[in-house]
Structure formats: structure tokens, C-alpha cells
């Protein structure tokens, strides 16, 4: 059905290869209501949405108490997954460049079908083989790889506002001269000029594959903190990491799972849970068909976003460097107190009609600014296997002077080579925050 390509000369191949996917993959996604799903029913005590199997996750309510947000307490919907997964690309180099394996995979969230994913995208569950469909390609690469060097491998939160304490381990494996990967449908090597070409581009590299290339150990230009980076900013390491624990010191966090039947202002419909005001996302069901996955087909329920989020830096250069406004966030789920975070992260439309006081600090900032001082402004998905069209709006945005220096307890300036070189930590940098450095790093930009 397609050619047997699996390296292009130039970006423009690549597109036309994964246009020519896009058009004769088959798949079909299907709303049904959350009690019709196969496989899923709610808890008739608790009212948990919950596999027949036990496994995969579950959707459950949390209460949260907290003095860091603007908002200081509520109750919402949360997919509990306590299972690891991996999110694994591999490397190799072919005539001197380096290359990285990607997959065009289909998600059901994904708002245009097919998106490059990591080399390994898979749960606990699934390469376990819960659902007793095919085996996950690749998979041996990084659960056993002994004569492989491991550029990169640490635990990695994922998103805080709609999963309970979820981690996936992000790896990249580098592959030895002498080693082939045997060809698989799908999968293609691309290079790291032509990935930077594809961020530049609406939902086309997902967010597994954003979080993954995030950790890739290679050194930052020198005006983004440059090689030892780590006290080449206005604050040195130990005054950022000093920073960070004095935020979360106070434990000002009070969070705890309830039974979904038990959260307020949602509303089971029969067909979905939603918000009483329209706002934040629903609680969604779908059945899914799908070529080129493990399983065929499968039903499940999906968080979907009322609206596009936007997910911003605010930048500036500070002693000829640049550096990034980072904001230490509690979120729902947050393992811990707080992760290092954008300086704006939120969906504005949750906020309109809201007072000041309660909208995020610097959001208009970002939403207000001139286009010149944008340096890049882009949407991207966020993952398709839980949300449904979840879609933000991910830029960087040049300060003006009404963005302080000293910009209060919770922001802190840092180059974006400091904020990677906390990577390496599981529970810092959370996956939003993540994904931007990976768009700083990699698109191209107009201007650095």
C-alpha cells in the first residue's frame, strides 16, 4: 500500500509520505455514551468508570484544598493510572547523522488521525498484553538494553490537571554502527533538522515524541545558557533548586480521591459527565476502530477539553542570554506540591467572565502581545489515548517592561539550558513545560 521509504532527503518527502497515510488509513472513531461502553461500567457504589479487567485506568473524583492557584479548593474528575509506561525513541546514525524512529500512529484523541509518535508508545497494560492483542514493535529495545548506550532515561510526570500522580518512563537508546533495526510499516527515521521542520507545523509530532526529545542530551546554543549551563544564568543552580524547595516547603497541598459520584458541579448525563458551567472538559465515551494497532478495536471513556489551551513562555534576554519566565504550579494530580511549569498555562476560555483576582497571572500578557514579539506560536495535540482533541496553543513571547525581573515567590527567571538540565530529575519539570523546551530547542525560529 505504501512505499518501502524509511529515510527522506527533505522534509517535503516525509509530508508527502504521511499525507498519502493520513488518506487510506482506515480507522473510526464513534461517540457512544459512557453506559454503553464495552468493557467499562461504573462502580454502582462509588460511581468510578472502571475496565472489566481491572486494569488500563480508571476515572475517579479527587478533592483538592491548596492556597497556590487562584481558585483554593475544588473537586473534579481525574483518570487515575498508577502503571508505568514507556515513551522510547531510538537513535541512530547513518552517514554521520544522527536519526531518530518515529511511528505515524493513530489515536483516537488525535484531532487529525495520525500523528509521529516515539518509537515506543505503550502502557504497562498493553505491553503486557491485558487486552491479548499484538506485541508492541520495538518494545525489547528498551526493557532490556544492554549493548545499547541510554542517552536519556528518568520518570516524567504527564498532565497534572486531568491524571492522578501519572508517570511514563522517557527514554532515548542509542543504537551501535554494526546494529539494524528491522524495517517496520509505519516507522521512519527522520532527523533532528527534520523534526525541528515538523514542530513548525500544527499537530503533526505529538506529545509523547515532544516529552521524549526533550530529555536528548545535547548542549544548548550558547545564548540559551550554552554548554555547562547550569550557572550561566541570573541565578545559579543551587539558587534555582534553593527557589523550589522553599515554595513547596510549606505543604500547602490538601488532596484526596473521592468517588466520582461525589465530585460537585458535574453532571452524569447518561451519555457523558460534564461541568454545570460548561467549562473545563467532559468525561466522554467512544468506540474505536483502528488499522495498525495492537488491538483492532476497543472502546474507552476520554477526557475532552472545552476548548484550545494556550501553554506560553514569557522570554527575555538577561546579561546577553536568554532566559524564560518559570512558574512553580500545583496542579490536581501533582505528585508533589508543585512542578517547575510555563509562565502560562491554562485554557482562557475557563476564565471569561471571572474577576481579575482569578484569572492566571500574565495570561493577558501573553494574549495581548504584538506579533513582533512572538518568537513562535504553534498548536499541538496533547495525548490522543486519554483526550479527545485536546489541542493547545504553544508559544513564546518576548517581555515587555511590565514583566518584572523579580516577578514574585512563585516565577523565577532561568536559561532554558538550566530548566533542561533539571530533566534529568523525575517530579521538576512538568510536561508542558517540557514540551516547550523541546519547541525552543528544535523549531526553527525566527529569530534566537
Known amino acids: 500500500m505504501f512505499p518501502t521509504v524509511f529515510r527522506f532527503r527533505q522534509t517535503s518527502e516525509f509530508l508527502d509520505w504521511f499525507a498519502e497515510r493520513n488518506r487510506t488509513h482506515r480507522h473510526r472513531v464513534t461517540p457512544v455514551p459512557l453506559d454503553a461502553l464495552d468493557g467499562w461500567a461504573a462502580d454502582p457504589e462509588t460511581g468510578n468508570l472502571r475496565h472489566r479487567t481491572g486494569r488500563f485506568f480508571t476515572v475517579e473524583g479527587v478533592e483538592i484544598t ?130 525541528g521542520d515538523l514542530l513548525a507545523l500544527d499537530n503533526i509530532v505529538n506529545m509523547d515524541t515532544r516529552t521524549v526529545l526533550s530529555g536528548l542530551p545535547q548542549p544548548w546554543p550558547d545564548d540559551f545558557g550554552g554548554p555547562g549551563a547550569e550557572d550561566r544564568g541570573r541565578h545559579s543552580m543551587t539558587e534555582l533548586l534553593s527557589w523550589f524547595t522553599d515554595v513547596k516547603a510549606p505543604q500547602d497541598l490538601h488532596r484526596r480521591r473521592i468517588p466520582l459520584a461525589e465530585v460537585k458541579g458535574w453532571t452524569h448525563t447518561g451519555d457523558r459527565l460534564v461541568h454545570e458551567e460548561g467549562r473545563y472538559f467532559s468525561v466522554i465515551g467512544v468506540d474505536v476502530e483502528a488499522d495498525g494497532r495492537e488491538v483492532a478495536r476497543w472502546s ?66 501573553v494574549l495581548t502581545a504584538d506579533p513582533s514579539r512572538i ?36 516565577h523565577v527567571w532561568m536559561t532554558p539550558g538550566q530548566l533542561g538540565s533539571l530533566l534529568r530529575y523525575s517530579n521538576h519539570v512538568n510536561v508542558e513545560a517540557r514540551n516547550l523546551l523541546t519547541c525552543l530547542r528544535f523549531l526553527r525560529q525566527r529569530d534566537r
Not at 314 to 327: E, F, K, S
Open 66 to 195: 491548596t492556597g497556590r492557584r487562584e481558585t483554593g479548593s475544588w473537586t473534579q474528575p481525574i483518570i487515575v493510572q498508577p502503571e508505568v509506561g514507556v515513551l522510547g525513541v531510538l537513535v541512530k546514525d547513518f552517514d554521520g547523522v544522527r536519526h531518530f524512529l518515529l511511528q505515524a500512529k493513530m489515536e483516537p484523541g488525535n484531532i487529525n488521525v495520525l500523528q509521529m509518535s516515539p518509537t515506543v508508545q505503550a502502557t504497562r497494560s498493553n505491553f503486557t498484553r491485558v487486552h491479548q492483542g499484538g506485541a508492541v514493535p520495538y518494545l525489547e529495545y528498551f526493557l532490556a538494553p544492554p549493548r545499547r548506550r541510554v542517552l536519556f532515561d528518568a520518570l516524567q510526570s504527564e498532565q497534572g490537571s486531568w491524571f492522578h500522580s501519572k508517570r511514563n518512563r522517557n527514554m532515548i537508546v542509542e543504537l551501535p554502527p554494526d546494529e539494524d533495526v528491522p524495517p517496520r510499516d509505519g516507522f521512519c527515521w527522520l532527523t533532528l533538522e527534520q523534526i
Open 300 to 365: 474507552q471513556p476520554m477526557l475532552a477539553p472545552a476548548g484550545r489551551g494556550v501553554i506560553a513562555f514569557l522570554t527575555r534576554r538577561i546579561d546577553g542570554r536568554r532566559h524564560v519566565l518559570v512558574n512553580a504550579r500545583t496542579e490536581a494530580g501533582s505528585r508533589d506540591v508543585a512542578e517547575m511549569a510555563p509562565t502560562v498555562q491554562c485554557n482562557p476560555a475557563n476564565y471569561d467572565g471571572r474577576p481579575e483576582e482569578e484569572r492566571p497571572r500574565f495570561l493577558d500578557t
Open 375 to 410: 518568537l513562535f506560536d504553534v498548536v499541538h495535540s496533547e495525548e490522543g489515548g486519554r483526550f479527545h482533541h485536546a489541542e493547545n496553543r504553544y508559544l513564546a513571547v518576548e517581555a515587555d517592561d511590565t514583566v518584572p525581573l523579580d516577578a514574585g515567590e512563585d
